[in-house]
Each structure stands twice: as C-alpha cells, then as structure tokens.
C-alpha cells in the first residue's frame, strides 16, 4: 500500500518537511518563538499552509486532548472539564494508532501531501483534500509523523472505523473546533 505525508498523507503516518511551526514559550512575560517543520507546498498556484498561530492563554489554564482508542472519541479538557468530544477514525489493528502522552508539535491550515512510495505530491488542499483542511501533528518518528485530521471520507468517521495508517481522521467540521481550542504543545494523550 502507498503511505502519503503531507506534502502529507489522508489518514496514513506523514513526513512533514521542516519549513517552519509556531511554539510558546514562557520566560517572564509570555513569547513567541518561530521555530521549524511544516509541510512544503506544492501546487500549481503557489500557497504557503498557514502555521499555528501562538494565542496567549493563561498560564492557569490546563487544556489537553484524550483520545480514547476504545470509544473512538477525542475530546478537549479544559480545567477538567469536557469541551468538546467528538467521533473519529484510528488506525488499522496492522497500522495502530500509538498509545501515550505527546504533544501538539504542528498546526497547519490546508496541508497538502506527499506519497512516500512514489514522491507524487496530490494537487488538492483544503476540505477535498485526504488530510480535509486542518493538520495537528502529535508524533515524529523518523521521516513520518502522525497527526489529528480532517477528511473528504466522513462515513469512515461516522461508523469509527479502524482504517488508518495510525493517524486520526474527524470530520472537517470537528477537526475545525478542535484546531481552534488547542495550541503547540498541547498535550495529547492517547489511551486504550
């Protein structure tokens, strides 16, 4: 089977290339440092993918994703509170999704991929694309890197089927909310 990246990947383990992502960082006074490792764009208009923007939260305030591999549920808790729980696809028994604690280490809007077996780069971003519109990477191993994603595919999502390559795969509308309530550096934790 060909695995895709992002130049990026629907659902299959993706190998960002490092062309630049957003972090926090706190010394005093809150900062912003640019650091590095977004997917290259290629397309036949040229586009750059959106990074991460670095919002300032309280430093009070505790925010992680859970995903629960059994439920096939992702949420958001927020100081303990559930603020968003969602269905989603994981990765096939032979392609498992890894199990954990991790953290958000990218951010993109309309990421585009990359077949790892052939270097063919699909043409299209955004909501049609096999990674739908929003990318939240949580694991880098080697050249690949799993990630929390949209898709063009919402029946997968719907009946939470075990289909993936390991990445997790919610439909665009969910994907949207939950890009927008986490930050780099979140943390994700992934439990049977």
């Given at each position: 089977?060909?695995?895709?990246?992002?130049?990026?990947?629907?659902?299959?383990?993706?190998?960002?290339?490092?062309?630049g992502f957003s972090s926090l960082a706190a010394m005093?006074?809150?900062?912003?440092?640019?650091?590095?490792?977004?997917?290259?764009?290629?397309?036949?208009?040229?586009?750059?993918?959106?990074?991460?923007?670095?919002?300032?939260?309280?430093?009070?305030?505790?925010?992680?994703?859970?995903?629960?591999?059994?439920?096939?549920?992702?949420?958001?808790?927020?100081?303990?509170?559930?603020?968003?729980?969602?269905?989603?696809?994981?990765?096939?028994?032979?392609?498992?999704?890894?199990?954990?604690?991790?953290?958000?280490?990218?951010?993109?809007?309309?990421?585009?991929?990359?077949?790892?077996?052939?270097?063919?780069?699909?043409?299209?971003?955004?909501?049609?694309?096999?990674?739908?519109?929003?990318?939240?990477?949580?694991?880098?191993?080697?050249?690949?890197?799993?990630?929390?994603?949209?898709?063009?595919?919402p029946h997968w999502v719907k009946i939470r089927a075990a289909v993936s390559n390991g990445c997790v795969?919610?439909?665009?509308?969910?994907?949207?909310?939950?890009?927008?309530?986490?930050?780099?550096?979140?943390?994700?934790?992934?439990?049977?």
């Open positions: 089977m060909d695995t895709l990246r992002p130049v990026s990947l629907g659902c299959l383990m993706v190998c960002l290339r490092c062309v005093g006074a809150v900062t912003m440092a640019l650091a590095a490792s977004a997917p290259a764009v290629a397309s036949a208009q040229p586009q750059q993918p959106l990074l991460a923007s670095a919002r300032v939260r309280s430093l009070e305030t505790q925010t992680s994703i859970h995903l629960d591999l059994r439920q096939r549920r992702i949420s958001v808790i927020r100081d303990g509170q559930s603020i968003g729980r969602w269905p989603v696809a994981i990765g096939d028994p032979k392609t498992p999704t890894p199990t954990g604690v991790f953290r958000v280490e990218t951010k993109l809007v309309n990421p585009q991929y990359e077949s790892t077996k052939s270097g063919r780069v699909h043409p299209v971003t955004g909501p049609a694309s096999p990674l739908g519109h929003r990318w939240i990477g949580f694991l880098q191993q080697g050249p690949n890197q799993f990630g929390i994603h949209g898709t063009p595919w795969r919610m439909l665009n509308a969910h994907v949207q909310k939950l890009y927008e309530l986490v930050e780099v550096g979140t943390p994700v934790r992934i439990t049977q």
